[in-house]
């Protein structure tokens, strides 16, 4: 089992960043993936950037690519999705999923690929 917990969200004006922390319960890094999905109101839930194993392979989705960026504290347990450049478009709840396999990076987008989720954070952007 593991348990995610986010944090980070909040009301943001357009342009403006915000950073997304997500504590892991367990270390999940070695051989596992790990990625941050959001889910607007009315639409499906949407891999934004993923993380493979050691973190030598990374995934985003085209439309953050750029302005949100993945990091990790192993120490911490913790990865990290830093979002610059905001947009009101990204208004959503941001979700932090696990799993303990080791996905391509396809796969580490898609949200049928994962089995532990966090309970969400809430990112407002305001125009």
């Known amino acids: 089992q593991v348990q995610l917990v986010e944090s980070g969200g909040g009301p943001v004006q357009s342009g403006g960043s915000l950073r997304l922390s997500c504590a892991a319960s367990r270390y999940t890094y070695s051989g596992t993936s790990m990625a941050w999905f959001r889910q607007a109101p009315g639409k499906a839930r949407e891999g934004l950037a993923a993380?493979?194993?050691?973190?030598?392979?990374?995934s985003y989705r085209t439309s953050v690519k750029g302005r949100f960026t993945l990091s990790r504290d192993n120490a911490k347990n913790t990865l990290y999705l830093q979002m610059n450049t905001l947009k009101p478009e990204d208004t959503a709840m941001y979700y932090c999923a696990a799993t303990l396999w080791r996905l391509d990076a396809l796969q580490a987008l898609d949200v049928n690929s994962y089995t532990y989720w966090g309970q969400g954070t809430q990112v407002t952007v305001s125009s």
């Open positions: 993380i493979i194993g050691d973190g030598s392979t990374t």
